[in-house]
């Protein structure tokens, strides 16, 4: 027997046994156990997936956003809420449209096309004819005396014919405040033209060898108006 045998042997005979009876290591080649924490997002999905969860809560807010943004570019400035009437299109503006305004009491009524009605009524019966049209202000006389009419106004001329045609109205005289004509005795077939320009006022006075022509004598426009005095006013409205 060797020294190395006399030796004891009872510590290691321990050793030997718990070496033994020791667990095997694990080998770094099993998977790392899962604790299911992700599992638990998705039980709480609805079965689209959270993706599509954020998708449509961004496509509400972007929604949101454009119809702020679209309220607040399109609501009127202080002070231009008045001002849409006169903007074209474009964005520029436009001018007010130009009040129209016609000659009252019957001078401009039922007159026809050129004054035609206008004209039958003066040629139908004795008396003095005044009518208004496009053509300018128009007098025939359909008596057996000269008449003799004043006119005053702001503007007034006598034009060169009274035959619808502007176009040899070149010897018109100059625009004054108060002009007189006469009226040759006749049929009511001729007459005078006269442009009172841009009067709104316009005051007539028919005479015949002096007198006043009686205002029921005097005939306004193409239907049955007549006047109501001598001298008579006619204004623009």
């Keep these: 027997m060797s020294d190395f045998d006399d030796e004891p042997t009872e510590g290691l005979e ?6 033994d009876e020791a667990p095997p290591r694990k080998t770094r080649s099993e998977p790392v156990p899962d604790d299911d924490w992700d599992d638990d997002w998705d039980d709480d999905d609805t079965g689209r997936g959270g993706k599509r969860d954020l998708t449509l809560v961004y496509a509400i807010i972007a929604a949101a956003v454009v119809i702020v943004l679209a309220v607040v570019l399109t609501r009127p400035k202080d002070g231009d809420s008045g001002s849409d009437a006169n903007k074209t299109n474009d964005g520029g503006t436009t001018a007010p449209a ?9 001078v401009g009524d039922a007159v026809g096309k050129d004054g035609a009605d206008a004209q039958k009524r003066a040629e139908s019966a004795e008396g003095v004819y005044v009518w208004t049209d496009f053509g300018g202000w ?4 359909n008596n057996a005396k000269d008449v003799s009419v004043t006119v005053t106004a702001d503007q007034v001329r006598v ?8 176009g040899d109205e070149s010897g018109d ?20 033209g006269l442009d009172l320009g841009t ?8 005479t015949i060898d002096g007198n006043n022509v009686p205002a029921d ?21």
């Design 173 to 192: 005289t100059p625009f004054a405040t108060e002009t007189t004509v006469t009226l040759p005795a006749g049929d009511g077939k001729d007459g005078i």
């Design 199 to 206: 009067s709104e006022s316009a005051t007539f006075t028919f």
């Design 217 to 237: 004598q005097i005939f306004l426009g193409g239907a049955d108006a007549v006047a109501d005095q001598n001298p008579v006013t006619f204004t623009k409205s």
């Design 138 to 141: 128009h007098l025939r006389n």
């Design 159 to 166: 034009k060169k014919t009274d035959d619808g045609d502007d």
């Design 98 to 106: 130009e009040v129209v305004k016609n000659w009252q009491g019957g």
């Design 14 to 19: 321990a050793t030997d046994t718990a070496a």
